[in-house]
């Protein structure tokens, strides 16, 4: 089996669904993603963080 392309997340889930089960391919789906999002939102913390140092310096 070959998973190619922006559809590999997809194709895992549908594989795992088949394995295990639809409520597991929903489980793993909103796992990745919730992840994903506060990986996101911990950069977006991190990036602002040199600023707020720069305007306490800099008032």
């Known amino acids: 089996m ?3 392309g922006d559809q590999r997340l997809i194709t895992l ?3 795992l669904g088949e394995e295990f ?3 597991i391919r929903w489980m ?3 796992a990745f993603w919730s992840a994903a999002y ?3 939102l ?3 913390e991190r990036g602002s963080l040199p600023l ?3 305007h306490q310096d800099h008032p």
């Open 2 to 4: 070959s998973i190619r």
């Open 13 to 15: 889930a549908n594989l």
């Open 21 to 23: 089960g639809t409520p």
């Open 28 to 30: 793993f789906l909103i």
């Open 38 to 40: 506060t990986s996101l």
């Open 42 to 44: 911990g950069v977006v």
């Open 52 to 54: 707020r140092r720069f």
